[in-house]
């Protein structure tokens, strides 16, 4: 009874599968990224420029407005005979009656001669002032300085010294107007016009990232185009490209039929170095057998094995000239199914039953190299079978990598079993070598299970041999599927 062999990791040669991604090493990803920050950093120059110009235009109608209340303020006030100041300014504003509303006036006396305080009904509170030496008046006698307001607000204040009669007698006057409502007035429009240019380029960087993709649903049909090719299910690259990728599709299509043809030289010339051998070996093992005697012997004996090895290797150049090609794909169920019955047929006394999945699965291969493995695994495991052999053919879906570089790759898998003797663990390995037979009582050449073994490792599969639940071999064949 034979113990369970370990299975070799199957190795992952399939190609990644085409297709435009969308991610940090994707063309569309660098170019929506660069112009979204390109987009940012435009939106975040309009926003200031566009605040800075509306700020600097308030600032300068709140100085002209306090400006234009202090000359009407002077207008309106005069001073009597006795020094009293009189007038009753009405600067239009309704701001300067309500009480504490931040927008102040008054006149006081500058000089000698003059008494009386004058305010508007606003202020209902003095507001101090810093001395002209903290703050001192202009050649016109006026000066400009911000102050906090009776409600702790802040105040722009424009203040005017003027003489008011021939006497020189002077008064100063000073209009207070509220410089927080302006700050406030300011950050209400600097948080609508965020919003809407926070809108505007959400919009502008949603079109914009659409117009790159659809720009780039060319370089899609390109790689759509590769994956048919890469599956067979077309020769070359079909259909009409952008000028720019046009090119490219006629390099692609060119380096096709190379490798086409490159495959198709190296079967001639496989088959021309067989059919060269074929007839000297032929000789020298009819020589060999004539001359008779242990020379004889030895030169038949020599000669079929050159034949052999011949014909194990230029079987593995011709799977390695073909390995790489883009077009091959067999259908595996029909290809099992008339082996087992063509089997069933020459060995009608072991029983042979069939398992396949409900999906198609297609080799990545040629139908030969399948009809080939499979023969070879099915001749020996009738051979050693009792009285049945079980074949199951089931579908893996493959994983993608963790790094994202690779694309999901299908495995499909097909075990043989018997009820046999089986290979017991420590032999299995010398049961894959060429030439190697186990048991010499049975007829072979001792190349099946190693040809079976070259022809999975050129497509980048796995073999390996297990005990079966049968009670003899289990033969299990990983190898790549299109679907």
């Known amino acids: 009874m034979s113990r369970r062999r370990k299975a070799e990791p199957l190795k992952q040669t399939a190609r990644t599968p085409l297709s435009v991604r969308f991610g940090p090493h994707s063309l569309a990803f660098r170019v929506i990224a660069f112009s979204t920050v390109w987009a940012i950093l435009t939106l975040i120059v309009i926003f200031t420029l566009i605040t800075t110009l509306y700020r600097q235009a308030n600032e300068r109608g709140f100085d002209s407005l306090l400006s234009a209340h202090l000359f009407n303020l002077i207008g309106s006030v005069g001073v009597s005979e006795g020094g009293s100041l009189t007038g009753a300014p ?8 309500e009480p504490n509303s931040g927008w102040y006036w008054s006149v006081e006396p500058a000089s000698e001669g003059v008494s009386g ?10 507001i101090l002032s ?3 030496a903290e703050v001192p008046f202009n050649a016109s006698f006026q000066r400009s300085y911000a102050t906090e307001g009776i409600n702790g607000e802040e105040l722009e204040v424009f203040e005017s010294e003027f003489v008011l009669d021939a006497k020189n007698r002077a008064a100063r006057f000073r ?11 300011i950050g209400a429009f600097q948080r609508r016009l965020l919003t809407y240019l926070s809108l505007f380029g959400v919009g502008m960087i949603a079109i914009n990232a659409i117009a790159i993709l659809l720009g780039l649903q060319p370089l899609r049909r390109v790689s759509d185009a590769l994956a048919m090719v890469r599956e067979g299910t077309a020769q070359k690259l079909d259909g009409r490209f952008p000028a720019e990728i046009e090119p490219l599709a006629n390099e692609t299509n060119a380096l096709i039929e190379n490798n086409k043809r490159i495959v198709e030289r190296s079967r001639t010339q496989v088959g021309n170095l067989a059919h060269s051998l074929k007839t000297p070996l032929a000789v020298l093992i009819n020589e060999g057998r004539a001359l008779g005697g242990a020379k004889g012997q030895l030169i038949a ?4 094995s050159m034949q052999k090895q011949v014909d194990h290797y230029l079987q593995r150049a011709r799977i390695a000239a073909q390995r790489d090609s883009v077009v091959y794909r067999t259908p595996v169920a029909p290809l099992v199914q008339r082996m087992v019955r063509v089997l069933q047929k020459l060995n009608p006394q072991t029983a042979l039953s069939l398992s396949l999945p409900a999906v198609d699965i297609v080799f990545a291969g040629e139908r030969e190299d399948l009809e080939e493995l499979l023969g070879n695994l099915l001749d020996n495991a009738m051979k050693w079978a009792k009285s049945a052999v079980a074949v199951t053919v089931a579908l893996i879906p493959g994983k993608k990598s963790g790094a994202g570089k690779e694309g999901a790759v299908n495995l499909f898998e097909i075990s043989i079993e018997d009820d046999g003797p089986g290979i017991p663990e420590d032999k299995a390995r010398e049961a894959l070598k060429r030439g190697r037979r186990l048991d010499e009582t049975k007829p072979g050449s001792g190349l099946g299970l190693a040809i079976v073994a070259d022809l999975v490792n050129e497509y980048g599969g796995a073999l390996a041999l297990e005990r079966s639940s049968m009670g003899g071999l289990k033969a299990v064949v990983r190898l790549r599927s299109l679907h």
């Open 90 to 97: 009405d600067l239009g504003d309704l701001r300067f009656s």
């Open 117 to 126: 305080e004058l305010h508007s009904s606003s202020m209902t509170e003095p």
């Open 130 to 132: 810093p001395s002209v």
């Open 175 to 185: 209009v207070m107007g509220n410089r927080t409502e302006l700050e406030q007035e």
């Open 301 to 304: 004996e020599q000669a079929a």
